[in-house]
């Protein structure tokens, strides 16, 4: 087949090979590029979450520091302590409420909320 082509022919053929390689491989490409932007902001939005997450639990911690203090002690910058880092604790809350869209994520910060309250209901009784 190709013995009865012109060498016109043949180079007209293998340049729309080749042309059709690179179209693949450019769509190929494209297709990548934007996966892995998707991948990037998803990371980043994990990011976010993250951090809010974490400090909530930083402050979380210092308030049962605080509390733990508080029983051995009974001292007055205990109870101030527990109260700062609980209204740092409810700043994060309510940030992250605002700021996390995930639905999986949203139910944790939620039931975290509901806990908090609770807490707090406990604390002035």
Request: charged share 25%; aromatic share 8%; no cysteine.
């Amino acid at each position: 087949m190709l013995k009865n082509m012109s060498i016109k022919m043949k180079l007209i053929l293998s340049f729309g090979i080749i042309a059709i390689l690179v179209v693949i491989l450019a769509s190929n490409s494209i297709l990548g590029s934007s996966k892995s932007g998707k991948g990037f902001t998803e990371y980043r939005e994990m990011a976010s979450d993250s951090g809010l997450a974490s400090g909530v639990q930083a402050n979380m911690l210092m308030v049962r520091m605080n509390v733990i203090r508080y029983f051995s002690s009974h001292a007055e910058k205990d109870i101030d302590g527990f109260l700062k880092y609980y209204d740092l604790t409810e700043k994060f809350v309510k940030d992250a409420l605002k700021e996390i869209n995930a639905p999986s994520r949203v139910k944790h910060v939620t039931q975290l909320e509901k806990i908090l309250k609770y807490i707090k209901m406990i604390s002035i009784k």
